[in-house]
């Protein structure tokens, strides 16, 4: 399939129109998603990062149908604290779904602009990290949920120069406690 060929993704809204705000990364609550994948494309890993506070996290899927990412989204939500305000993904057709997410978050759901992975630059870099754990070629389905969780304990543990050498953790207890 070249570039021409691409499958629109209906009732799709740009980053153009995503509030200012999301990009000061003052404010929790505005998340990149996307997705790693697995070994000859039979395992996918579904990755959230939250812009102000760092926080990740990760689930494996069996695939990237946007049936399976919307069934992975909702779990991450059950088992959360997060409050979606904006989610940005790729134009990846896996998030063809992203107006049951949008209803499931009440959130604003926006992609970015075609062949500009800077536009989700903390998800790219987040995913980077993710790979020196799990690099290219890596069958996710190999992997067990428990050392999933582990890799995502890891990076929301680990202290970041940008959040004043706290932990994306630290940061968000302290949001917690204070609300």
Do not use: W
């Amino acid at each position: 399939m070249n570039r021409g060929d691409q499958i629109k993704i209906p009732n799709r809204v740009g980053i153009e129109h995503r509030p200012a705000i999301a990009d000061e990364k003052t404010e929790f609550g505005h998340f990149e998603i996307d997705t790693v994948v697995g070994r000859d494309h039979q395992s996918y890993l579904l990755t959230l990062v939250d812009k102000a506070n760092k926080m990740c996290c990760i689930r494996k899927m069996p695939n990237k149908q946007a049936k399976t990412v919307i069934n992975t989204f909702m779990n991450v939500v059950g088992s959360t604290f997060f409050d979606f305000k904006t989610i940005t993904s790729d134009n990846g057709t896996e998030f063809a779904g992203h107006e049951a997410i949008s209803k499931i978050t009440e959130a604003d759901f926006y992609f970015a602009r075609p062949y500009r992975s800077c536009d989700r630059g903390l998800n790219e870099h987040t995913n980077g990290l993710i790979r020196r754990f799990l690099p290219k070629g890596t069958d996710f389905n190999e992997i067990s949920d428990k050392e999933i969780a582990k890799i995502e304990h890891t990076l929301n543990t680990r202290r970041r120069a940008s959040l004043n050498y706290c932990s994306p953790n630290h940061v968000f207890l302290e949001y917690l406690m204070a609300a």
